[in-house]
């Protein structure tokens, strides 16, 4: 077995979620997809578009729009409140591509927290559920909700697979069909690539997710093709695999090449998920950051 190029490694070998890391080439390469990058405050805002096939092929990921919110704040303890905002101008702008129109006070929005709450890495999801502010219940009551431009909201979070016995995405479709949301906006962990990602990034796109996907544990897509509504995901990488800590380590050691061993241990699939320490803390401040960007974006954020 001939040894390969570290890059070829990286892109054969390490999963990912983020589009920013899917491709392979850097996405300032990029030929058939459009790729912006600027600086908001103490933000990075990568937007990646893939309009057709050849964007497909090149990016690794499928057509839609796709955001990526970076900044070291996140990982502080320090006020993060410009992330939030940040975050929820993108999901402002994502659900206006997704349904045609801005969100308002005539907005239907069904928020799904994905996850095991019982497992810290994957509990992102349902986090951000407790802390989303459900309207459906009281709109109709009370009309100073309209009066404050608030979206009638409702919050689901279905667990997983091995606790309910049915797929999140039968469970998010027969209530979808019930509520008839104009959106659905679903939250759930990520994996990346490279261990800089971790609780520094929170990325958004209209093309939906596939729970799982960047851990090779693939579960149906959650698309508006498969919940018959439109999609908007949101999520931040919570684990990388164990082979992006040693391609990491041999990168910084110089290495171009992978020895033959190593070679045949990733192909195999030996692969294992690690997290940051300091999992529950780093739970805590994105489901925090990322519910207040999506009450932000619905108008409910004075209901906290």
Partial sequence: MAAIHFSDAVTKYLRTDLACESGRVDPEKYEHAKYERYEEGEATVEILTVEDAPGEEETGKGVGRYVTVS?????????????????????????????????????????VGLGNRFITPDALGSRCADKINATRHVKGAYPVFDDLGCSEVCVLSPGVLGQTGIESSEIIKDVARGVAPDVVIVIDAMAARATSRLAATIQLSDAGLSPGRGIGNRR?????????????????????????????ALA??????????????????????VTVNDSDKMIERLSDVISDAVNGALGTSFLA
């Fill in 71 to 111: 900044s070291d704040t996140l990982r502080g303890d320090g006020d993060a409140s410009h992330i939030s905002r940040v975050v929820g101008d993108e999901l402002t702008r994502l659900i206006a591509r997704a349904t045609g129109r801005a969100a308002n006070e005539t907005t239907k929005a069904l928020v």
């Fill in 252 to 273: 910084s050691s110089g290495v171009t090449e992978i020895p033959d061993a190593l070679e045949a241990t990733l192909k195999s699939g030996a692969d294992f998920f």
């Fill in 220 to 248: 149906p897509a959650i698309t508006k093709e498969s919940v018959a509504f439109p999609v908007v995901s949101i999520g931040s990488p919570t684990v990388v695999g164990s082979a992006t800590l040693i391609l990491d």
